[in-house]
């Protein structure tokens, strides 16, 4: 028989067209949307490899139900926060992923992000909406200039390093990049970026971007101390993962007032429901999880997933793995 890979989801057209005319494996294709837990414990049995998106949990239960065959997971993003890497490690499972591709798109969206928030694009929107535009005024509406701020970037890899050099030119000769993580990089030369412990990085930037992977260091990393110190006008961005926030401290901070402006794609949970607390805020900007969410690079995504989970199961070097 021919090994089994099982899709969770539907890629966008060419990807699933490359998966479809693989002629060495059996696809099990879940059409409907998001696949159950029940349904996903029950098609995993005897696959030898597994393509999923963030979506979806990859722990032990889920392990366990799949059984010895299988020797890839292909996570459709390049987040694996929703993936047990020491449970695949223990197995011998192969890990695939989708860095690279989306930086641009993921980079673009930050900074759209970034210049939303300091414009205050909901309410400008909105006011439009509401019939608030009324006259020209010399005091309405007004946001913060980006010329001269100093930005920090939680995170300096590659989506980091992309959303740095796209607002570079908004900030200007006077401008300020700074980072904080794990380590020196050398591309930060080349930016003229300064590694500062991340206690420094709040209480200095005027723009802050999380651009880092959701991992134990990470998580809410971004409490209720963490915004107190931040500047009072901060613009604070999350393109990366919800919970790198506490979002019930985040929450607090917006309501006394110690946040300028807050621009969000991803949240807890997600999807947030139409009537949460975090939307209330006019100084919020939410948007769905759609950081990586071109035609282009979810192609290109898909295409790398294809290829990760096909090689994996045909025993070749994955194009895209993660060290475990
Ligand atoms: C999206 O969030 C991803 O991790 O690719
Ligand atoms: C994401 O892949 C990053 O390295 O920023």
Same mark, same amino acid.
């Given at each position: 028989?021919?090994? +089994?890979?099982?899709?969770?989801?539907?890629?966008?057209?060419?990807?699933?067209?490359?998966?479809?005319?693989?002629?060495?494996? *059996?696809? $099990?294709?879940? +059409?409907?949307?998001?696949? =159950?837990?029940?349904?996903?414990? +029950?098609?995993? =049995?005897?696959?030898?490899?597994?393509?999923?998106?963030?979506?979806?949990?990859?722990?032990?239960?889920?392990?366990?139900?799949?059984?010895?065959?299988?020797?890839?997971?292909?996570?459709?993003?390049?987040?694996?926060?929703?993936?047990?890497?020491?449970?695949?490690?223990?197995?011998?499972?192969?890990?695939?992923?989708?860095?690279?591709?989306?930086?641009?798109?993921?980079?673009?969206?930050?900074?759209?992000?970034?210049?939303?928030?300091?414009?205050?694009?909901?309410?400008?929107?909105?006011?439009?909406?509401?019939?608030?535009?009324?006259?020209?005024?010399?005091?309405?509406?007004?946001? &913060?200039?980006?010329? /001269?701020? &100093?930005?920090?970037?939680?995170?300096?890899?590659?989506?980091?390093?992309? @959303?740095a050099r796209r607002l570079k030119p908004f900030l200007g000769a006077n401008g300020k990049i700074i980072y904080s993580g794990n380590s020196d990089k050398p591309v930060a030369i080349?930016?003229?970026?300064?590694?500062? +412990?991340?206690?420094?990085?709040?209480?200095?930037?005027?723009?802050?971007?999380?651009?880092?992977?959701?991992?134990?260091?990470?998580?809410?990393?971004? %409490?209720?101390?963490?915004?107190?110190?931040?500047?009072?006008?901060?613009?604070?961005?999350?393109?990366?993962? /919800?919970?790198?926030?506490?979002?019930?401290?985040?929450?607090?901070?917006?309501?006394? /007032?110690?946040?300028?402006?807050?621009?969000?794609?991803?949240?807890?949970?997600?999807? $947030?429901?139409?009537?949460? =607390? $975090?939307?209330?805020?006019? %100084?919020?900007?939410?948007?769905?999880?759609? /950081?990586?969410? @071109?035609? *282009?690079?979810? &192609?290109?995504?898909?295409?790398?997933?294809?290829?990760?989970?096909?090689?994996?199961?045909?025993?070749? @070097?994955?194009?895209?793995?993660?060290?475990?």
């Amino acid at each position: 028989a021919l090994p +089994k890979i099982l899709l969770t989801r539907t890629l966008p057209p060419e990807s699933q067209r490359l998966i479809e005319h693989a002629q060495d494996i *059996e696809l $099990l294709h879940w +059409k409907d949307g998001v696949i =159950p837990r029940d349904q996903l414990l +029950k098609l995993v =049995p005897g696959v030898s490899g597994i393509l999923c998106t963030l979506i979806e949990k990859i722990d032990s239960e889920l392990l366990d139900a799949a059984g010895p065959n299988l020797k890839v997971v292909s996570t459709f993003s390049v987040g694996y926060d929703h993936v047990d890497l020491s449970e695949l490690r223990k197995r011998k499972i192969h890990l695939g992923y989708t860095p690279d591709v989306l930086t641009d798109a993921t980079a673009d969206i930050t900074s759209l992000l970034v210049l939303a928030a300091s414009r205050r694009m909901r309410e400008a929107i909105r006011a439009v909406e509401d019939g608030e535009w009324n006259v020209w005024s010399p005091v309405w509406m007004l946001g &913060t200039q980006l010329t /001269g701020k &100093t930005v920090g970037i939680v995170g300096l890899g590659r989506i980091g390093v992309a @959303t740095a050099r796209r607002l570079k030119p908004f900030l200007g000769a006077n401008g300020k990049i700074i980072y904080s993580g794990n380590s020196d990089k050398p591309v930060a030369i080349e930016l003229g970026a300064s590694r500062v +412990k991340f206690d420094m990085l709040i209480r200095e930037a005027d723009i802050i971007c999380i651009c880092c992977a959701l991992n134990v260091q990470t998580r809410e990393m971004f %409490n209720y101390g963490a915004f107190k110190a931040m500047k009072k006008n901060v613009i604070l961005v999350n393109t990366a993962r /919800g919970a790198i926030i506490q979002q019930d401290d985040l929450i607090r901070a917006l309501s006394e /007032g110690l946040l300028g402006s807050v621009g969000l794609d991803v949240t807890t949970p997600e999807p $947030l429901k139409p009537d949460h =607390p $975090l939307l209330k805020f006019q %100084n919020v900007i939410v948007l769905p999880h759609i /950081g990586s969410a @071109t035609l *282009e690079t979810r &192609t290109m995504m898909g295409n790398l997933a294809v290829e990760n989970v096909l090689s994996g199961v045909r025993g070749q @070097t994955m194009p895209s793995s993660v060290e475990l």
